[in-house]
């Protein structure tokens, strides 16, 4: 109510733009923050990324814990290795590329009805019923289908061969993919694995319900294919190799003839070499605002200590008298960075040479486009495992608790990093802005009101401005 | 290759240096000698090798005389060991074999050094290109174009510059290289459309060599990641500390409604991102669970979730096996190219010699347009700097004031225990200046960690413990509040002066939780 009135009184303020866009406040709005908008897009951005992975993590994990469809691509495979191969009779007449169609068709429906079936009923043993009626009616389909399965266009023979050892159902990877024999997994087999490609075992096997794959009851089962440890165990080989050689760095002949082919560059180049580059400008600043934080930490630390004796009070003192020597030296350092940066740009203060000046602007031109490149430097340093050296650590956990614990608090930092960003932007901005206005007018006080509640609540609560009308 | 040791011989190589004339002379007239008497030498690897000769003019009487000079240096007995069998007659012929012999080595160990160095890159180009670039040659100019523009889009993360046109992908890798701070005036010269150039290229992609480990790098970002894995570095993920890319789409004044609106906005992604999370790790937490004793490796004891996945999906499972085997080769090419990059730069030292040199500007201002986006960069730094000098400039006031009231009468040993009090200031100081000094001085628990699910009680193996990096982060997040509700008290502090100045009005902030 309040609100609604103070909005509908017409206010004038007129104030005097400057040239360094001072903000221009016009009933509700702020006329310079398009930096705040930008900033808050940023934030709202990056959240959005995350949390587009997370789902991606969530879909891959959800889908791992429910029960395992089987897979499209078919193993069986005329080897003497999974039982399920020695159903798989290979010298079989090839049917047509539109049978196999149909078939794979067939075969897909099937599938899918057993699926459905095997959701509705509990007990498994209908599920066998159901499944072993739908199998025997597909039996003569499946068993042609299944060797030719392997014709399918989406899966070349070659790879098919190739990767057949370690690539399979669920079910012959239980059989240790890449033995020959069953040996040890004997029990398993008689279990038939999901899916219809079992059914024409399911007579012959022990008959049991043909259960879907399950990680909960069967995951201790699982072994890796031979191909993949193979290859991972030579990947962390490798990186352990590379790593070595970085951290030894014993070959001196070649730091030191990198290091000479540097410096001619630097040499025989025509960039004055005293310059910063704009990568090393924003390291530099990058450093001098983790300074601040540092040292604010370290004056915050020592403002609350209380001293006991004098000693301490002295150190206490002489503390914060060097912290303060320190961040002059900061300032110092960070307007030296600032006047390089813009003494730069004032044209025409050195004496040029005629052709430099074309270089100038071809070069100007040539780096146009850097303005819309966001320097990532600041946020690279912890770009995924940029070090370049082994294989990641580990992080041991014992609970899911305590895992979610360690997540939730992860996130709450990065929350809280960047709220206080966020805060810092918004004081930057929104503070001169109410500070310099004059007061009395009502859309000034809505305004007051709503910066109040962005910078000191969050934005999550207000405060309420009440008129002191004398009553009368 | 002899003709390569030649040049090489000829003074551009190495610490050893022969007289141009006589080697070159001989090596010609053997390699004519060989041609002559038939032999054949094995063209591809002949005339390449021979195309490695360091000095211009011996080139093109080389590339006739490939497959002769080849086959000399073979017969020789150098370059390649399999071809070490063979003409031991020769060896007699020149006064300079041993030393030639030796550079010839070197020489042989070049294309494959390149080579090694392409296959650890991506889109790395052939070796002949590196070789056509030394000479300038234009067909060598978009081959590095192209690969300059893919490794330093890597090196910065850049998504977004996928696809370019090959002229916008060249200014790119000019301004690239320019903030990086490369040193040569020439590259900001050449032309975009790939004609020329090459040399000046190569001159850039070795600079990016020789400052750090580029191949390691490169494979360290495109790693492929096995294991479930939790960044347990200090660097926040969320927080964007570099200046956000200026958007156009607010063309106007904005209402401060609209900021409401925003703020509420990310308040519910944090709460839908919180969910999200704990769902994900009790995930996890079963799928760990599930599959303990799967893997072969006992340290780590069950399966991460690309694992699982692997067995689930097999197409997935191919493709991840792919990867792998493709980031393994990468991995062997760069183990290679460290063994063998030294000839790669002592060649480098002969391209740059070969350069022109540049004329120097003294007084050349090249810094960047756009400088008024930079500015804002400035603006909080500078800011809580000055922000952080009045609040010590008063603390300090205050207790040099109290100090002074209290030191009275100190004896002798005042001085002395005074003196102790500040070196040890200065130490504290100096390693606190070390904290911000280094790039990243905690560098231990930088790299994202696998998780691993072990028994409560267990000793476990090496490691981090959750209960430890907890630990950590309980305190950080204790840290990071603190500092919120600061600035908010300093912002409330602020409001309320202004409020003070407001006659007739009363008001009322709310209810604190």
Request: glycine share 10%.
């Amino acid at each position: 109510m309040e609100f609604r009135k103070l909005k509908e009184l017409p206010v004038q303020v007129v104030i005097k733009q400057k040239l360094d866009d001072r903000p221009i406040v016009r009933n509700n709005r702020l006329g310079c923050s398009r930096r705040l908008v930008a900033e808050l897009q940023d934030a709202l951005d990056t959240c959005a990324e995350r949390q587009r992975q997370l789902e991606q993590s969530l879909r891959v994990s959800r889908r791992l814990l429910r029960a395992w469809e089987p897979a499209e691509t078919p193993t069986p495979e005329p080897t003497p290795g999974p039982e399920t191969n020695e159903e798989a009779p290979s010298p079989a007449c090839t049917p047509s590329p539109q049978d196999l169609k149909e078939l794979e068709l067939l075969t897909q429906a099937l599938q899918k009805a057993v699926h459905v079936r095997k959701g509705i009923s509990k007990a498994g043993k209908r599920d066998n019923a159901s499944s072993l009626k739908s199998g025997s009616i597909a039996t003569s389909a499946t068993t042609a289908a299944a060797p030719h399965w392997a014709s399918q266009t989406k899966l070349p023979r070659g790879t098919r061969q190739a990767t057949r050892p370690a690539k399979g159902l669920p079910k012959p990877r239980l059989l240790s993919a890449g033995d020959q024999t069953c040996a040890g997994r004997g029990p398993l087999a008689a279990k038939p694995g999901p899916g219809l490609r079992d059914p024409q075992k399911a007579p012959s096997a022990a008959p049991q319900a043909p259960e879907a794959f399950t990680l909960k009851e069967k995951g201790t089962l699982l072994q890796l294919p031979m191909a993949f440890r193979k290859a991972a165990s030579q990947n962390s080989c490798l990186w352990a190799q590379l790593s070595s050689t970085q951290t030894s760095d014993s070959m001196d002949a070649t730091t030191s003839s990198k290091t000479q082919f540097l410096q001619k560059m630097q040499v025989t180049s025509g960039w004055p070499s005293s310059r910063l580059s704009a990568a090393e400008v924003e390291a530099e600043v990058g450093r001098l605002q983790k300074a601040c934080s540092l040292l604010r930490l370290r004056m915050e630390e020592e403002l609350t200590r209380d001293p006991k004796d004098w000693m301490q009070e002295y150190r206490g003192l002489l503390t914060l008298e060097g912290l303060q020597a320190i961040v002059g030296q900061c300032l110092h350092r960070l307007r030296e960075l600032q006047a390089e940066e813009s003494g730069k740009e004032v044209p025409g203060c050195h004496p040029r040479r005629p052709h430099s000046t074309v270089l100038t602007e071809v070069v100007e031109q040539q780096l146009g486009p850097w303005p819309e490149e966001r320097p990532p430097m600041a946020s690279l340093p912890c770009g995924g495992g940029a070090d370049p050296t082994w294989s990641p650590q580990l992080l041991l956990y014992s609970s899911k608790q305590e895992l979610q614990t360690l997540a939730a608090l992860r996130l709450r930092v990065d929350m809280l990093d960047q709220q206080i960003h966020l805060e810092k932007v918004l004081m930057a901005e929104l503070l001169p802005l109410v500070s310099m206005q004059e007061p009395l007018g009502a859309p000034q006080l809505a305004l007051c009101r709503a910066v109040h509640s962005l910078l000191c609540e969050g934005g999550q609560r207000f405060l309420t401005i009440l008129r002191d009308e004398p009553a009368d | 290759m002899g003709v390569w040791a030649g040049g090489v011989g000829c003074g551009r190589f190495g610490p050893h240096r022969a007289d141009p004339g006589s080697c070159e002379g001989r090596l010609v007239q053997l390699g004519r000698k060989c041609l002559r008497s038939g032999l054949d030498g094995r063209h591809s690897h002949a005339g390449a090798a021979a195309h490695w000769a360091g000095a211009g003019g011996v080139a093109r009487p080389a590339r006739g005389l490939g497959a002769g000079a080849a086959e000399a240096a073979p017969a020789r007995g150098l370059g390649a060991g399999t071809r070490r069998g063979g003409a031991r007659s020769f060896k007699a012929r020149a006064g300079c074999m041993g030393r030639r012999r030796h550079l010839a080595d070197a020489a042989g160990a070049l294309p494959e050094a390149i080579a090694a160095l392409s296959r650890s890159l991506p889109a790395g180009p052939s070796p002949e290109i590196f070789r056509r670039a030394k000479f300038d040659r234009p067909e060598a100019a978009p081959a590095l174009w192209r690969l300059l523009f893919r490794v330093l889009s890597l090196l910065r993360a850049d998504r977004a510059s996928a696809s370019r046109a090959p002229e916008a992908q060249a200014r790119w890798v000019k301004a690239a290289l320019r903030a990086q701070g490369y040193p040569r005036l020439g590259l900001a010269r050449l032309p975009e459309d790939g004609s020329q150039g090459s040399r000046e290229l190569l001159l850039a992609l070795a600079w990016l060599l020789a400052r750090e480990p580029l191949p390691e790098r490169l494979l360290a970002q495109t790693r492929v990641r096995l294991g479930d894995e939790m960044p347990v570095c200090e660097c926040g993920a969320l927080a964007s500390p570099g200046q956000p890319a200026p958007r156009v789409d607010t063309a106007g004044p904005v209402d401060v409604r609209r900021l409401q609106w925003l703020m509420g906005k990310l308040r519910f992604r944090w709460r839908n991102l919180m969910a999200s999370q704990q769902e994900q790790c009790a995930l996890l937490g079963k799928i760990h669970a599930y599959t303990r004793g799967c893997h072969g490796d006992r340290s780590l004891g069950h399966l991460s979730v690309a694992e699982t996945e692997l067995l689930r999906d097999p197409e997935g499972g191919r493709q991840l096996l792919q990867r792998l085997e493709s980031e393994n080769a990468r991995l062997e090419a760069a183990l290679e190219w460290r063994r063998r990059e030294l000839v790669f730069w002592q060649w480098m030292d002969t391209v740059l010699g070969a350069c022109p040199p540049e004329a120097s500007q003294p007084t050349f201002p090249p810094r960047l347009r756009g400088r008024g986006r930079r500015a804002g960069a400035w603006g909080p730094v500078a800011w809580e700097l000055q922000a952080l000098q009045e609040e010590l400039q008063a603390a300090v006031g205050a207790r040099r004031a109290a100090w002074a009231a209290r030191v009275g009468g100190q004896g002798p040993e005042w001085s002395a225990a005074r003196q102790a009090a500040q070196e040890a200031v200065g130490r504290e100081l100096a390693a606190l200046r070390q904290a911000w000094a280094r790039g990243g001085g905690r560098a231990q628990p930088h790299r994202p960690h696998r998780l691993v699910r072990t028994e409560a009680g267990g000793p476990g193996g090496p490691g981090l413990r959750a209960a430890e990096v907890i630990g950590v982060l309980r305190s950080r997040e204790a840290c990071l509040e603190e500092m919120l509700c600061q600035l908010q008290e300093q912002c409330r502090q602020q409001l309320a002066r202004l409020a003070g100045a407001l006659p007739g009005l009363i008001w009322i902030p709310p209810p604190r939780r």
